[in-house]
């Protein structure tokens, strides 16, 4: 102020001061999406009714509003009404048991939560309505930590850590009894340790290791571990989906003087995207993501530092791109069986006033962080309506976080694309309104890595409604010789006032075959397992995209397989899609195929460093199992007396295949694709014939 008071004209005096201070107020009246978006927050705070209970995990109901929780010390499940202030409480039947993490499930059409006792080391169901515990015991000593619970129409699973015995625990709840059968498996090496955060989906969990993050899937009973970057001794916290089946996760360290807190996605299950938290002993804990606008919001414990706050990536810009070196492990789990205990609780209602105040956001580099002080937020779930809800175990507090300003977002579709030497990909560039948020958002790219263009964005401009969402298209080019590489896209959107950036990943293959499936979506298998993102599509994608189509031979096959394909494919796949028993029985039937293709990419694996190679011993492998069992069982069964008066020549048989394969050889050395294109599906058509026919002699011959 002084400064500005020397800065007038002589005469001016205490008239000239307002006049300055009435413009700097117009410049914050008349600016509100510069200032807003960043500058103003309501946070408004429920104090749970049992005084120090320490709430810890939140949970969201099924209809995605706030909320269940635990108190870890107060020992109890409550529940909070924001529309009524009212807080119902239930007693934990065993004292002492510090319930630590939750989660929200129907069961027979009744809610249903499922809980761990990180102190008496147990899992527990709760139902409400009933106000009846069944608490399962779990192994003496494992510090039974994060639970998650998989989304299916079949047996209800729940997942959890073991944070003490480097274990992780799936329990499969039989309603007939009450009991369940416990899977408990200790984790591979590469994980570090031990998990703390596990995210259940339909037939693979995801885990937030020590040192890695882990997919378990059930199809191939095996776990996949992508390391995480080392920062000191920071270790892998939470993990969560967004609606990409992309997994993001926390990492961080309790230290007050700490940087090393990170937050990160897994791209494409090949590359990691970190950003790291500006704060320092920041500790960040649950990570929580609107999908509406695909923001990422994260809890800042901060214990030692005592400046808790939440924190929101609010620039997908930057950050740091890793390539981790995947490695797989087989599990090996065995069940037990569990009794439950039953215990009767009663529930306590208790009304109480919130109170609310305005939180500071501070921008920082990609984030914006509120801070809330010595509140310890452990928990940071954003609800229906984009709320973010936060426990606060230091203040004994249950948080709504509620935005004031308007903003937009800007993201990506897809956020990483994997493209060949001379390939290209169209991506959708949308600006998403936040919080009534409209305007025209310019485009433009900021930086291309080298041999990589850009077209201009069409429109050029997105027109973003209040509550809405503008959309733009560009398409990326690579170069014929570009190298095989990451790169980094970054692309940014401004209203003149507000400025958003964001970024599009570019893997780019060391290959000059096209990439002849590129985004060509498994019908059937989609149709048949209800989404792109089930573990069984993806690991049917994965082994056309990441083994097949990394060849020469393999992606010329699949040009060949894909014109066939594709010409009948639609049609089948919208018949399975509306006949539900179809789909059942089609579940059942591919999962022979998803094994044979599994161990196929395993040997593909191995030889990886000789992809051509690799391609022809993995394709013999997987066409041999296909052909043996789709084709050869049933022959064998349909045909069996005719068989067993046949002979085999197995010599004519062996040439029948020598010869195409000899021919991929020469077209390998001439670099010719139309003989490979010829001699790739001649192999594939011999060796299932081939493998056919021996199964159903052998069937035949053993069957009387």
Not at 97 to 105: K, Q
Not at 152 to 163: I, K, Y
Request: proline share 6%; with cysteine.
């Amino acid at each position: 102020m002084p400064l500005i008071w020397r800065s007038l004209p002589n005469g001016l005096g205490s008239a000239g001061l307002l006049i300055v201070l009435l413009f700097i107020g117009s410049l914050w009246v008349f600016m509100p999406s510069a200032y807003a978006a960043v500058g103003s927050a309501t946070l408004t705070e429920w104090t749970v009714p049992t005084p120090r209970s320490g709430v810890w995990s939140l949970s969201l109901d099924t209809s995605g509003n706030c909320c269940w929780f635990l108190e870890y010390f107060g020992n109890k499940v409550g529940h909070l009404d924001p529309a009524t202030n009212m807080f119902q409480e239930w007693t934990i039947p065993i004292s002492g048991a510090n319930p630590y993490s939750i989660a929200i499930t129907t069961i027979s059409g009744s809610l249903t939560l499922w809980g761990t006792e990180f102190g008496a080391d147990k899992i527990f169901m709760f139902s409400p309505t009933s106000g009846l515990f069944r608490e399962y015991n779990v192994t003496y000593g494992s510090g039974v930590g994060y639970i998650s619970v998989e989304p299916s129409n079949g047996p209800v699973r729940v997942w959890f850590t073991e944070m003490f015995r480097n274990v992780n625990g799936e329990a499969i709840y039989d309603p007939s009894t009450g009991n369940v059968t416990l899977y408990q498996d200790e984790f591979p090496v590469a994980v570090g340790g031990g998990a703390y955060g596990v995210y259940a989906t339909s037939n693979s969990v995801w885990f937030a290791g020590f040192s890695a993050l882990v997919r378990w899937d059930r199809a191939s009973n095996q776990y996949t571990m992508w390391p995480l970057p080392v920062h000191g001794s920071a270790v892998g916290r939470f993990i969560t989906l967004d609606q990409n089946g992309e997994p993001w996760f926390t990492q961080g360290v309790t230290d007050g003087n700490s940087t090393n807190n990170y937050l990160g996605v897994l791209r494409g299950n090949t590359t990691l995207q970190e950003w790291q938290i500006p704060s320092a002993g920041s500790d960040p804990r649950g990570i929580s993501i609107d999908s509406s606008i695909q923001r990422v919001w994260v809890a800042e414990e901060s214990q030692a530092a005592g400046n808790g706050g939440v924190a929101s990536l609010i620039e997908s810009g930057g950050g740091r791109i890793i390539s981790p070196v995947v490695t797989t492990a087989l599990s090996a789990a065995t069940p037990t069986v569990l009794s439950p205990i039953l215990s009767l609780e009663n529930v306590s209602s208790t009304s109480v006033i919130p109170t609310t105040r305005l939180v500071a956001g501070s921008a920082s580099g990609s984030f914006v962080e509120y801070a809330v002080g010595q509140v310890q937020p452990h928990e940071a779930l954003v609800d229906s309506k984009g709320d973010v809800w936060i426990s606060e175990p230091g203040v004994n507090e249950i948080a709504r976080l509620s935005h004031t300003g308007s903003d937009f977002a800007l993201n990506a579709s897809p956020p990483m694309v994997t493209l060949p030497q001379g390939g290209s990909e169209g991506v959708t560039v949308s600006g998403v309104s936040i919080s009534g948020y409209a305007g025209h958002v310019t485009l433009a790219v900021r930086a291309v890595p080298p041999n990589v263009t850009v077209s201009v964005f069409s429109p050029g401009q997105l027109n973003v409604p209040s509550g809405g969402t503008g959309l733009s298209k560009l398409v990326i080019r690579i170069a014929p010789e570009a190298s095989g590489e990451t790169g980094v896209i970054t692309i940014q959107g401004t209203d003149g006032n507000l400025t958003r950036t964001m970024t599009v990943i570019v893997m780019i293959t060391n290959s000059t075959v096209p990439a002849a499936s590129n985004g060509l979506k498994c019908l059937i298998a989609t149709a048949t397992y209800g989404s792109e993102l089930s573990p069984e599509v993806q690991l049917l994608r994965n082994f056309r995209d990441n083994s097949l189509a990394k060849s020469r031979v393999g992606s010329s096959f699949l040009i060949v397989f894909n014109a066939w394909y594709y010409s009948f494919s639609p049609s089948v796949a919208d018949f399975i899609s509306t006949h539900e028993v179809l789909r059942s029985v089609m579940q059942v039937g591919l999962y022979p195929l998803i094994a044979f293709l599994s161990l196929a990419s395993l040997i593909y694996g191995e030889l990886s460093a000789y992809p051509e190679w690799a391609t022809v011993v993995s394709g013999l492998v997987a066409c041999s199992l296909i052909g043996g069992f789709y084709v050869g069982l049933p022959l064998g069964l349909i045909a069996r007396r005719r068989l067993m008066k046949r002979k085999l020549n197995l010599t004519a048989l062996g040439v029948v295949l020598l010869g195409p394969v000899a021919m991929i050889l020469v077209g390998e050395v001439l670099l010719w694709r139309a003989l490979l294109m010829i001699s790739s599906s001649l192999v594939v058509f011999s060796a299932l014939t081939i493998s056919g026919l021996v199964t159903a002699k052998a069937v035949s011959c053993i069957l009387p």
